[in-house]
């Protein structure tokens, strides 16, 4: 699975994003001058779109409009995340832009996860840091989620991204998925322009974030559990019955991240 981060500041960019060949998921930064046309472009692109929420990180970046930190009172922060969402059309799910103090935080990661509970939506965790419990307390909320694997381009050369996206394929092939996030940067749109149409020669299918929580949801619900300390929803799933491995493609997930505040350049863990 791909996911591409921090659209809507550029137009020329992200549109260079929104005309990436096959099912490319695209996460957009709320209140920007771009969100909206990009967001409807995307979507009749075929492309699943995302909101790309703020949250406060460790390092004090400025967020940016619709800041999620954990100054706001509870009030506040369910109205500037529903804000943020409602500013976004065609929207599936979130993920986190920064992030690596709020998503450390059990306390307003049950709050996120309880609004996107009321709004049938689903969570994928940029992991911009280690420690983050997002996850976890998606899958408390049975929140449908999912996590990066893949940093894309925390290093801006083609040479540097063509070669995480081959250990983005790598791991794919070696789990059955793999999300990789990337960036609206010229560097990441030519290695993708190159790469993803020769995906389906080496087996891959790229797919959309809902597509893969959909497919692990039928495959959790035929499995016999193993035993009751086990959650399945919060460890990616591969469906043996699939021929193909996707990266978001249709068992495995590419998915991009975003190269924001520096946060993304915090290792695999």
């Not at 193909?244 to 863990?269: C, D, I, K, Y």
Request: proline fraction near 6%; aromatic fraction near 4%; include cysteine.
């Amino acid at each position: 699975m791909l996911i591409i981060d921090d659209l809507g500041h550029r137009r020329r960019t992200g549109m260079s994003m929104v005309r990436l060949p096959g099912k490319v998921n695209l996460a957009i930064l709320p209140h920007t001058p771009h969100a909206e046309e990009l967001a409807q472009s995307g979507f009749s692109a075929g492309k699943e779109i995302m909101l790309h929420a703020p949250m406060s990180n460790e390092g004090g970046t400025t967020l940016g409009p619709g800041g999620l930190t954990p100054l706001l009172s509870r009030e506040e922060f369910d109205h500037t995340l529903a804000t943020n969402i409602d500013a976004i059309p065609h929207v599936r799910g979130i993920n986190n832009h920064m992030g690596s103090e709020l998503t450390t935080l059990p306390l307003q990661m049950g709050w996120v996860m309880q609004t996107l509970v009321r709004r049938d939506l689903y969570f994928v965790d940029s992991r911009t840091n280690p420690k983050t419990v997002a996850a976890k307390t998606a899958a408390d909320y049975r929140v449908p989620h999912l996590s990066r694997s893949v940093f894309l381009d925390n290093e801006i050369s083609e040479e540097t991204i063509g070669k995480e996206f081959e250990r983005l394929i790598k791991r794919a092939e070696r789990e059955g998925m793999a999300v990789g996030i990337g960036h609206p940067y010229v560097q990441t749109a030519t290695v993708l322009e190159r790469e993803l149409p020769l995906l389906k020669c080496r087996g891959i299918e790229l797919a959309l974030v809902s597509e893969v929580l959909d497919n692990q949801a039928s495959s959790q619900e035929s499995a016999t559990p193993v035993n009751d300390d086990y959650n399945p929803a919060s460890e990616p799933n591969f469906d043996i019955s699939l021929s193909h491995v996707s990266l978001g493609l249709r068992n495995g997930v590419l998915t991009e991240v975003e190269n924001t505040g520096s946060e993304h350049r915090v290792g695999t863990p």
